[in-house]
Nanobody
Framework: HVQLVESGGGSGQAGGSLTLSCTASGYRYASYCMGWFRQAPGKEREAVASISTDDDPAYADSVKGRFTVTVSKDNDKKTLYLRMNSLKADDTAKYFC???????????????WGQGTQVTVS
């Protein structure tokens, strides 16, 4: 199993920045992709950004040019970061980290999820 622990988030101002992090452990890091998803009240969960097993990033159109996803690896742990710049009110949502033993994590049909962290932009 892959364990995911998220941190970061909170409140930010429009135009400002926030960074989320998600540390994964429990399996060889090269074997799974990781991604960020978000869900706003009354809306469906959507993909935000992800990193493939080949370290290729992917972004939703709504965050391209504003958000950057990166990954660091240390022994058997992999940490996924989401740097969110130029925040908008529409970015307000609960953000979830997810992973699975797939090459790409671009859809939400993934097996492992973090507990979620709230991001509120005002």
């Amino acid at each position: 199993h892959v364990q995911l622990v998220e941190s970061g988030g909170g409140s930010g101002q429009a135009g400002g920045s926030l960074t989320l992090s998600c540390t994964a452990s429990g399996y060889r890091y090269a074997s799974y992709c990781m991604g960020w998803f978000r869900q706003a009240p009354g809306k469906e969960r959507e993909a935000v950004a992800s990193i493939s097993t080949d370290d290729d990033p992917a972004y939703a159109d709504s965050v391209k040019g504003r958000f950057t996803v990166t990954v660091s690896k240390d022994n058997d742990k992999k940490t996924l970061y989401l740097r969110m710049n130029s925040l908008k009110a529409d970015d307000t949502a609960k953000y979830f980290c997810a992973a699975d033993f797939l090459q790409y994590c671009t859809t939400d049909r993934l097996g492992y999820w973090g507990q979620g962290t709230q991001v509120t932009v005002s």
